[in-house]
């Protein structure tokens, strides 16, 4: 592809945010193990090396970390990042500080996580939220698919704005600096196979939205402990309806009647 000849630098800011969603069923006496698994599985200092190895792939350069984990539950991590290095950087390889304070250097990383149940209905439902923000020549699309694998997803709902403006050599404002019709366009053949997808986009504005949902379900991959396996064929029924009635209405967006 021809490379767009600009006046000075990239303006752009590239926004691409994600929800993602592992749901589990877990038996009372289970949820509290459950929420105790995910804050080991996803704690800040795994979420930092995944924001890291992000950072790797789309070319960036690490500025300063500050990364919490959080009493009950929970974990946050925040990167600061660059196009190119300036002074020092940080590396993938060198150790991270446990909190660094710093001015935003026009890109950021960022994760929380927050993993709930409910003990009335025996569902519990972890949630990250990730924002890539970038500008200059690196792209978050890049690291599209790399995040969608880093979670157990079984719900993706992701969206991806251009902002701002760029001016080319002769002064004309440029909105946005590449192809884009939909974010599936970005999206592994082999994760567009496994998942239900929907598109909402906003081409005149450069807003894009896709919603993602596992297609195949199989009760035994959503249930926590080796004592929720143990149910009964009614048991597994009303476990199974409960596990899609929550996928869908998150899916979705609104509540179905019980």
Aim: net charge negative; glycine share 4%; hydrophobic share 35%.
């Amino acid at each position: 592809m021809e490379k767009l000849k600009l006046h000075g630098f990239n303006n752009l800011t590239k926004s691409l945010s994600f929800n993602i969603y592992d749901i589990c069923y877990t038996s009372p006496a289970n949820q509290q193990r459950y929420i105790e698994y995910i804050d080991e599985a996803y704690n800040a200092e795994r979420l930092t090396q995944i924001l890291t190895d992000v950072a790797d792939i789309i070319g960036a350069h690490i500025l300063s970390v500050s990364r919490q984990d959080y009493d009950p539950q929970g974990a946050s991590v925040t990167m600061l990042i660059s196009e190119g290095p300036i002074g020092q950087g940080l590396s993938a390889s060198a150790p991270l500080p446990e909190t660094v304070l710093a001015h935003l250097d026009k890109s950021h990383i960022t994760v929380h996580t927050y993993p709930e149940s409910h003990p009335h209905f025996g569902i519990s439902t972890f949630r990250a939220d990730i924002d890539v923000s970038t500008c200059g020549r690196i792209s978050p699309l890049k690291a599209l698919n790399y995040l969608i694998q880093s979670f157990e997803s079984d719900i993706v709902i992701i969206d991806y704005r251009v902002r701002g403006f760029t001016r080319d050599i002769s002064g004309a404002k440029l909105f946005i600096d590449h192809d884009i019709t939909s974010i599936q366009n970005y999206i592994a053949q082999d994760t567009k196979e496994r998942y239900q997808m929907i598109d909402v986009n906003v081409y005149q504005e450069n807003i894009f939205h896709t919603k993602m949902m596992l297609k195949e379900f199989n009760l035994d991959n959503y249930l926590f402990a080796p004592d929720d396996v143990l149910l009964n064929d009614e048991e597994r029924e009303e476990v199974q309806e409960k596990v899609f009635r929550e996928m869908a209405e998150i899916f979705y967006g609104r509540n179905y009647a019980v």
